[in-house]
């Protein structure tokens, strides 16, 4: 004898205790928010960048079925992002130039829909607003799809009031990581912190002009595994170049202190941030669900519940 249909009022009830119980967890993680909050005992606002990298990651990692895994990924990042406001005034300040890309849809998709987002017409007023405090974070475009003068030599700077390279976006495209549209860096004076998968920024200032095979045989030496290089004559008497090496790069990373007391052609050298390496389309392509079947095997039961309709 076959087993009763299940209704779709019964589908329908189902799907209601579900939305019960993650707002229930949901409520529960605020909570649990609040205070760590309170544990901190301070207004500011901490960002974690690299943390924020390795729960994308696990959650995409290991998720199945046919939801998409851009829209797991967007999900948890709004939900980051209100916790991270609840920890103190969040803001974020991006590159929009008229008639060019506007970053801050960028902005909006990874920092969410709550934060204040500003626009600038200039890369400068941009890095301005992140050193005055005005914004907490900056979006700015990708150094190698720089038009005219680069924004990155600014960064050539030490103390706390210069921005560091935190992240870039999108780290979860919502076209599958294919990459189709525009792409930035996040820059902070919040440090940039280790994911497990990371590259970083360098910008050496040398004596004297030298090719880029040069360049990269000599930062290889100093053990930087060099990914791209690009070059910018600041002043006539000082060549900078803007390095992506492979691997993590912290402020006070010995490697660079080291290039500069023993290389001769290195005057000043800045290790000028570090992001997690963005998910590829390889990790946002879905993996199949384990074989399921309604239980009474009418597919219309089993559509009306995953689509969630009334």
């Not at 941009?126 to 979006?139: F, P």
């Amino acid at each position: 004898m076959s087993e009763k249909p299940t209704s779709l009022d019964d589908l329908r009830r189902k799907i209601d205790e579900i939305d019960n119980s993650l707002h229930d967890l949901l409520m529960r993680r605020t909570e649990l928010a609040r205070q760590i909050a309170l544990a901190k005992g301070s207004n500011a606002v901490i960002m974690r960048p690299g943390r924020e990298a390795r729960v994308l990651r696990r959650l995409v990692g290991r998720h199945q079925g046919p939801f998409p895994k851009p829209v797991i990924s967007r999900i948890w990042r709004e939900i980051i992002s209100v916790f991270t406001r609840l920890q103190g005034p969040f803001a974020a300040a991006a590159f929009a130039p008229e008639g060019g890309s506007d970053l801050s849809l960028l902005a909006r998709d990874h920092f969410g829909s709550l934060t204040p987002i500003t626009s600038y017409g200039s890369e400068m007023g941009v890095l301005r607003a992140v050193s005055d405090g005005k914004a907490n974070i900056g979006i700015l475009p990708l150094p190698e799809s720089d038009r005219g003068t680069p924004w990155w030599p600014k960064l050539a700077r030490s103390g706390k009031a210069s921005p560091k390279i935190i992240a870039r976006l999108p780290f979860a495209a919502l076209d599958g990581g294919r990459r189709h549209g525009p792409e930035a860096v996040v820059v902070s004076l919040a440090e940039p912190e280790e994911s497990g998968d990371d590259q970083g920024y360098l910008i050496v200032e040398l004596d004297e002009a030298v090719s880029r095979g040069a360049l990269k045989t000599l930062l290889s030496d100093a053990g930087f595994e060099v990914r791209n290089t690009q070059a910018w004559v600041d002043a006539p008497d000082r060549p900078l170049h803007l390095v992506e090496v492979e691997g993590f790069l912290a402020s006070d990373d010995a490697r660079v202190a080291a290039l500069v007391a023993e290389t001769d052609q290195v005057s000043h050298a800045w290790a000028v941030g570090s992001f997690a390496v963005p998910l590829t389309a390889e990790d946002l392509a879905n993996s199949p669900a384990p074989s399921t079947q309604a239980e009474n095997g009418d597919a219309s039961d089993a559509d009306a519940a995953s689509a969630g309709v009334s």
